[in-house]
Nanobody, 123 residues
Framework: QVQLVESGGGSVQTGGSLRLSCAAS????????MGWFRQAPGKQREFVTS????????YYADSVRGRFTVSRDNGKNTVDLQMNNLKPEDTAVYYC????????????????WGQGTQVTVSS
């Protein structure tokens, strides 16, 4: 079992940057693929990025590739999402999630979820 807590959300203007962090409890963090998802008002939750157990493999949604970077520190049990060149369409609640399934892209594979952190990008 793992518990996840996100932090770092906030409000920025278009073109700005934010760094989200997800802290995980438990001693098995390094055995999980970690993912970030987001949900905008009135929309379904969508995949943003995932990172494999070692941190050596990542995958991004087309909408964020080249602007967002995911990283993890297995020694600190954290996974971060660096978001640059933010756009109004990035406005959403961002969720950190964990799965034992390697490089899962779909939310139904993820067993553990954080409470979410709000990101608002104004034009």
């Amino acid at each position: 079992q793992v518990q996840l807590v996100e932090s770092g959300g906030g409000s920025v203007q278009t073109g700005g940057s934010l760094r989200l962090s997800c802290a995980a409890s438990g001693r098995t963090f390094s055995t999980y693929t970690m993912g970030w998802f987001r949900q905008a008002p009135g929309k379904q939750r969508e995949f943003v990025t995932s990172i494999n157990r070692s941190g050596g493999m990542t995958y991004y949604a087309d909408s964020v590739r080249g602007r967002f970077t995911v990283s993890r520190d297995n020694g600190k049990n954290t996974v971060d999402l660096q978001m640059n060149n933010l756009k109004p369409e990035d406005t959403a609640v961002y969720y950190c999630a964990a799965t034992a399934t390697p490089m899962a892209l779909y939310e139904n594979y993820y067993n553990y979820w954080g409470q979410g952190t709000q990101v608002t990008v104004s034009s």
